[in-house]
């Protein structure tokens, strides 16, 4: 008896960081957009729960109760009112660690989905997403994947209308970074320029309406220019590399450059799948970047693609 699911990457079109709240999460704004790079998820029945982790980084990918995919598992459990339920969770990465790029949360979304199939608890969609939020900012939108606009702390999510099929290249760094550090860099970074007086007061984050409508319009000439990181000054400070990435996909003909959500992946937009392709090879030649892959999105979130239960 096991359930798979895949689950997307995601990056974000824009991130508009605002003020720290008082729970420490910072209020944002955000456009979520999921990429074809997947990670899958396998539930088995067990008598033990434990978890198996192989692929890209698994070292680093810790197998213990740190895990977001073991919490989910213990989340669901409890929130289904099962007592003692056990499950063996294999992981097969793709996604790199400590990216950006929201691995840990899709692989939490992908255990909900898996172990919600597997026990057949009857857990509602909107049970499901409410114990997401629970387990971490980004982990509802890898349940619904698509093109997304985040708020609160990016948990709370409504469609956005966007046309088209976008084509990327990512690029991986050689490091991983922290998001808490990265977030507590930005708050150092914008203290230093208001103390030095160069910092407007800082409101409640906006959705960027020129995005929005560049998006509808589904061409990937007029969203390049306007993707927006409020993290990737903070991201540059703790990778200054960071920099040459970027310049170089744009002398490569990047229609859009972004360091992804807290860092470290840069990602690219690309005119088409073909121009995606030769910006990946050029950025995997200048060998600033520790690899480099080819996504498109939007994508579906987490998916059952393979249910083994006797039905
Ligand atoms: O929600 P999640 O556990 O993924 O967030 C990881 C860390 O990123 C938080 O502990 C916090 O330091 C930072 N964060 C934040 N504001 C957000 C989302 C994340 O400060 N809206």
């Known amino acids: 008896m096991a359930v798979t699911v895949r689950v997307p990457a995601k990056v974000n079109l824009q991130l508009a960081v605002g003020p720290v709240?008082?729970?420490?999460?910072?209020?944002?704004?955000?456009?979520?957009?999921?990429?074809?790079?997947?990670?899958?998820?396998?539930?088995?029945?067990?008598?033990?729960?434990?978890?198996?982790?192989?692929?890209?980084?698994?070292?680093?990918?810790p197998t213990d109760r740190s895990n977001l995919a073991w919490q989910a598992a213990s989340a669901l459990a409890k929130a289904a009112g099962l007592r003692g339920a056990a499950v063996r969770i294999e992981i097969r990465k793709r996604i790199p660690v400590a990216a950006g790029l929201a691995g840990?949360?899709?692989?939490?979304?992908?255990?909900?989905?898996?172990?919600?199939?597997?026990?057949?608890?009857?857990?509602?969609?909107?049970?499901?997403?409410?114990?997401?939020?629970?387990?971490?900012?980004d982990?509802?939108?890898?349940?619904?994947?698509?093109?997304?606009?985040?708020?609160?702390?990016?948990?709370?999510?409504?469609?956005?209308l966007a046309a088209g099929t976008y084509h990327w290249a990512l690029a991986f760094g050689h490091e991983g970074l922290s998001t808490a550090q990265v977030y507590a860099t930005c708050d150092r970074l914008r203290a230093a320029r208001a103390a030095?007086?160069?910092?407007?007061?800082?409101?409640?984050?906006?959705?960027?309406?020129?995005?929005?409508?560049?998006?509808r319009s589904g061409d990937p000439a007029q969203v390049g220019p306007l993707l927006i990181n409020d993290l990737q000054p903070a991201a540059l400070s703790l990778q200054p590399d960071l920099r040459r990435a970027l310049a170089a996909g744009r002398e490569?003909?990047?229609?859009?450059?972004?360091?992804?959500?807290?860092?470290?992946?840069?990602?690219?937009?690309?005119?088409?799948?073909a121009r995606a392709r030769e910006l990946a090879?050029?950025?995997?030649?200048?060998g600033i970047c520790r690899a480099v892959v080819r996504a498109s999105g939007p994508v579906p979130g987490a998916a059952i693609v393979r249910d083994n239960q006797p039905s």
């Open 252 to 273: 490569h003909g990047a229609l859009g450059a972004i360091v992804s959500g807290s860092g470290p992946t840069c990602a690219f937009l690309a005119s088409d799948a």
């Open 21 to 61: 709240r008082a729970d420490g999460y910072h209020s944002l704004v955000t456009v979520f957009h999921a990429v074809s790079l997947f990670d899958e998820v396998t539930a088995a029945a067990a008598d033990k729960t434990a978890i198996a982790v192989t692929g890209e980084d698994a070292a680093a990918v």
């Open 281 to 286: 090879v050029a950025l995997t030649g200048s």
């Open 104 to 137: 840990g949360s899709a692989d939490a979304a992908a255990t909900l989905v898996a172990c919600n199939e597997l026990w057949q608890t009857g857990l509602s969609a909107r049970d499901l997403a409410g114990l997401a939020a629970s387990l971490g900012s």
């Open 196 to 215: 030095a007086g160069d910092q407007p007061r800082r409101g409640e984050p906006e959705l960027s309406k020129p995005l929005m409508t560049a998006l």
């Open 139 to 160: 982990v509802p939108f890898a349940l619904v994947g698509g093109t997304a606009v985040g708020r609160g702390r990016g948990e709370h999510l409504t469609a956005a």
